[in-house]
C-alpha cells in the first residue's frame, strides 16, 4: 500500500507531462493557412494601442500587456509543422530591437518574416491554445471566451460553496477577486490563464473533499501545479496553489465529521505536491530542450534566474525586498485609487481589526488562524526570492495578493465566529 502511495505521483507527473506535451505539439501540425487570416487581425488588433497602457489613467492595477500576448502569438504563429519538436522546444520568434513586440508580430505575419530569436525558458503551452482557437477568431475573439470561462469557472465553484452553506468561504473569495481587480484580466491573455486554472482547481480539490475522497487531493495540486507552468508567464502563479488550498482547508473544517489527519501536515504535504508539479515542469522543461537542441541551455537559464531574483535590468535600479512587496501591496483595490482609494482602505483595516478584537470568540481554532496566515504569506515570499521581477512587473504580480487577501477574510471569519452573539451578552451584562 505504501508503495503504491509513493509510486502514484510520478506516474501521474510523467502521465500529465506526456498529455501536455503532445497536445503542444500536435498544435503545431495546424496549417499555417488555417490562422494565417486571423493572426493578421490579430496583429492589426495588437497594434491599435501601445504594448504597455493604462485603461484607468495614472492607475497601475489597470495597466493591460500587449507586449507579452504579442510574443506569445509570434511564437505561436512561427510553430514550424515540419519539425514541431524542435520549434516547440525552442520557442522562436520574430524580432527587432527598433519597434515594439506588436510592429514585430504584424511585420512577421504580414511580410513573411523568419522567426530570429528564441524564448526556450518558458513551455509556452498557452500557444495551443492560441493556435487552436486563430482557426475560428482572433485575439480579440479569445478574451471574450476567456471572459466567459472565467466567469463560468467562478459561478460553478461559488455555487458549490453556497450550495453547501460554505459562505464564508464564498464571500472570501468574492472579496478576493474585487481586490485583484479581476475585471481587467480577461483583457490580456497573459494575465488569464491562473485565473482559470485556479477555480478549476479549486472546484476539484472541493468536490474531492466534500466527497471524502481525501487520497485524491493530491494529485489536484500536483497537476495544478503542472498545468500552472506550462501555461503561465510567470504572472501570479501563487494564486493556482493557494485558491484551491485555503479552501480546502476551510471546507475540511466546515464538513461533518471533519478529517482527523494534522492539519499542518496535510497544508504542508498540498504545497509540496504543487511545488514538485511548478518545479518538476519547468526543469522537464530545460532538460527535454536541451536534449532536442543539442546544446546546454543552463547558462542562458541561470542568466534570466537571477536577474529576476536580483538583477538591476530593465529599470529596477534601487529595487529591495521592501520596496517590491509595497508596490504590490499598492496596487489592490482600493488601495490603487490615490488619496481616496488609500483613506477606503485605512478605513476597511481599521474596521476589520475592530471586529475581530470586539467581535472575535474564545472558541476559534488559533491552529486554523496560523495555517491560514503562513499560507496566505506565501506570495510575500514569493516577491521577497524574485525581488527584482516583482518590482519590475508589479502591475500584474499583486494579483497573487489575491490568495493573501483570501487568508485574511477567513481568519476574520474565523475568529469572529458567532462573535455577535457574544458581544450582545455583554451589552446585557453592561446594562
Given at each position: 500500500?505504501?508503495?503504491?502511495?509513493?509510486?502514484?505521483?510520478?506516474?501521474?507527473?510523467l502521465y500529465t507531462a506526456i498529455i501536455l506535451v503532445m497536445l503542444l505539439i500536435g498544435s503545431a501540425f495546424i496549417p499555417d493557412d488555417m490562422i494565417k487570416d486571423n493572426m493578421r487581425s490579430s496583429a492589426d488588433f495588437l497594434c491599435e494601442k501601445i504594448v504597455f497602457f493604462d485603461l484607468i489613467p495614472e492607475v497601475p492595477a489597470s495597466k493591460i500587456d500587449r507586449y507579452a500576448d504579442s510574443i506569445l502569438l509570434n511564437i505561436a504563429y512561427n510553430y514550424d509543422i515540419d519539425d514541431p519538436l524542435r520549434s516547440v522546444m525552442i520557442s522562436?520568434?520574430?524580432?527587432?530591437?527598433?519597434?515594439?513586440?506588436?510592429?514585430?508580430?504584424?511585420?512577421?505575419?504580414?511580410?513573411?518574416?523568419?522567426?530570429?530569436?528564441?524564448?526556450?525558458?518558458?513551455?509556452?503551452?498557452?500557444?495551443?491554445?492560441?493556435?487552436?482557437?486563430?482557426?475560428?477568431?482572433?485575439?480579440?475573439?479569445?478574451?471574450?471566451?476567456?471572459?466567459?470561462?472565467?466567469v463560468a469557472l467562478y459561478g460553478v465553484l461559488g455555487f458549490i460553496l453556497i450550495k453547501h452553506r460554505l459562505y464564508a468561504g464564498a464571500i472570501a473569495l468574492g472579496v478576493s477577486l474585487i481586490t485583484a481587480s479581476v475585471w481587467f484580466v480577461p483583457l490580456s491573455l497573459?494575465?488569464?490563464?491562473?485565473?482559470?486554472?485556479?477555480?478549476?482547481?479549486?472546484?476539484?480539490?472541493?468536490?474531492?473533499?466534500?466527497?471524502?475522497?481525501?487520497?485524491?487531493?493530491?494529485?489536484?495540486?500536483?497537476?495544478?501545479?503542472?498545468?500552472?507552468?506550462?501555461?503561465?508567464?510567470?504572472?501570479?502563479?501563487?494564486?493556482?496553489?493557494?485558491?484551491?488550498?485555503?479552501?480546502?482547508?476551510?471546507?475540511?473544517?466546515?464538513?461533518?465529521?471533519?478529517?482527523?489527519?494534522?492539519?499542518?501536515?496535510?497544508?504542508?504535504?498540498?504545497?509540496?505536491?504543487?511545488?514538485?508539479?511548478?518545479?518538476?515542469?519547468?526543469?522537464?522543461?530545460?532538460?527535454?530542450?536541451?536534449?532536442?537542441?543539442?546544446?546546454?541551455?543552463?547558462?542562458?537559464?541561470?542568466?534570466?534566474?537571477?536577474?529576476?531574483?536580483?538583477?538591476?535590468?530593465?529599470?529596477?535600479?534601487?529595487?529591495?525586498?521592501?520596496?517590491?512587496?509595497?508596490?504590490?501591496?499598492?496596487?489592490?483595490?482600493?488601495?490603487?485609487?490615490?488619496?481616496?482609494?488609500?483613506?477606503?482602505?485605512?478605513?476597511?483595516?481599521?474596521?476589520?481589526?475592530?471586529?475581530?478584537?470586539?467581535?472575535?470568540?474564545?472558541?476559534?481554532?488559533?491552529?486554523?488562524?496560523?495555517?491560514?496566515?503562513?499560507?496566505?504569506?506565501?506570495?510575500?515570499?514569493?516577491?521577497?526570492?524574485?525581488?527584482?521581477?516583482?518590482?519590475?512587473?508589479?502591475?500584474?504580480?499583486?494579483?497573487?495578493?489575491?490568495?493573501?487577501?483570501?487568508?485574511?477574510?477567513?481568519?476574520?471569519?474565523?475568529?469572529?465566529?458567532?462573535?455577535?452573539?457574544?458581544?450582545?451578552?455583554?451589552?446585557?451584562?453592561?446594562?
Amino acid at each position: 500500500m505504501k508503495i503504491k502511495k509513493i509510486i502514484k505521483y510520478p506516474i501521474i507527473f510523467l502521465y500529465t507531462a506526456i498529455i501536455l506535451v503532445m497536445l503542444l505539439i500536435g498544435s503545431a501540425f495546424i496549417p499555417d493557412d488555417m490562422i494565417k487570416d486571423n493572426m493578421r487581425s490579430s496583429a492589426d488588433f495588437l497594434c491599435e494601442k501601445i504594448v504597455f497602457f493604462d485603461l484607468i489613467p495614472e492607475v497601475p492595477a489597470s495597466k493591460i500587456d500587449r507586449y507579452a500576448d504579442s510574443i506569445l502569438l509570434n511564437i505561436a504563429y512561427n510553430y514550424d509543422i515540419d519539425d514541431p519538436l524542435r520549434s516547440v522546444m525552442i520557442s522562436e520568434y520574430y524580432y527587432t530591437d527598433y519597434q515594439n513586440e506588436n510592429d514585430n508580430f504584424r511585420d512577421a505575419v504580414t511580410e513573411g518574416l523568419e522567426p530570429n530569436t528564441q524564448y526556450l525558458r518558458y513551455w509556452h503551452g498557452s500557444a495551443l491554445f492560441v493556435r487552436i482557437a486563430h482557426i475560428f477568431t482572433n485575439i480579440r475573439g479569445m478574451y471574450i471566451i476567456s471572459t466567459i470561462a472565467a466567469v463560468a469557472l467562478y459561478g460553478v465553484l461559488g455555487f458549490i460553496l453556497i450550495k453547501h452553506r460554505l459562505y464564508a468561504g464564498a464571500i472570501a473569495l468574492g472579496v478576493s477577486l474585487i481586490t485583484a481587480s479581476v475585471w481587467f484580466v480577461p483583457l490580456s491573455l497573459e494575465y488569464t490563464w491562473v485565473f482559470l486554472v485556479a477555480p478549476a482547481a479549486a472546484i476539484a480539490a472541493v468536490k474531492l473533499v466534500l466527497s471524502g475522497k481525501w487520497n485524491a487531493v493530491g494529485a489536484v495540486f500536483l497537476i495544478s501545479g503542472m498545468v500552472t507552468n506550462f501555461l503561465d508567464f510567470l504572472t501570479a502563479e501563487t494564486v493556482t496553489l493557494l485558491f484551491p488550498l485555503l479552501l480546502t482547508i476551510y471546507t475540511a473544517e466546515k464538513i461533518k465529521p471533519a478529517p482527523t489527519r494534522p492539519k499542518a501536515l496535510g497544508t504542508i504535504k498540498l504545497c509540496v505536491l504543487w511545488g514538485v508539479g511548478y518545479v518538476g515542469m519547468w526543469v522537464l522543461k530545460w532538460l527535454t530542450a536541451a536534449v532536442v537542441l543539442g546544446e546546454d541551455v543552463m547558462p542562458y537559464i541561470s542568466e534570466h534566474i537571477t536577474e529576476r531574483m536580483v538583477g538591476t535590468s530593465f529599470g529596477a535600479e534601487g529595487a529591495n525586498v521592501f520596496a517590491a512587496i509595497w508596490r504590490n501591496i499598492s496596487c489592490l483595490f482600493p488601495l490603487c485609487f490615490g488619496g481616496v482609494g488609500t483613506i477606503a482602505s485605512i478605513v476597511l483595516f481599521v474596521a476589520a481589526v475592530y471586529v475581530c478584537v470586539v467581535y472575535h470568540r474564545n472558541g476559534f481554532s488559533k491552529a486554523n488562524v496560523v495555517i491560514y496566515a503562513a499560507v496566505g504569506a506565501i506570495p510575500l515570499l514569493r516577491f521577497a526570492v524574485l525581488m527584482n521581477h516583482a518590482y519590475i512587473h508589479y502591475f500584474f504580480s499583486y494579483r497573487a495578493l489575491a490568495g493573501t487577501i483570501l487568508a485574511i477574510i477567513l481568519i476574520i471569519f474565523e475568529m469572529i465566529g458567532l462573535g455577535r452573539a457574544k458581544h450582545e451578552a455583554r451589552k446585557r451584562k453592561r446594562a
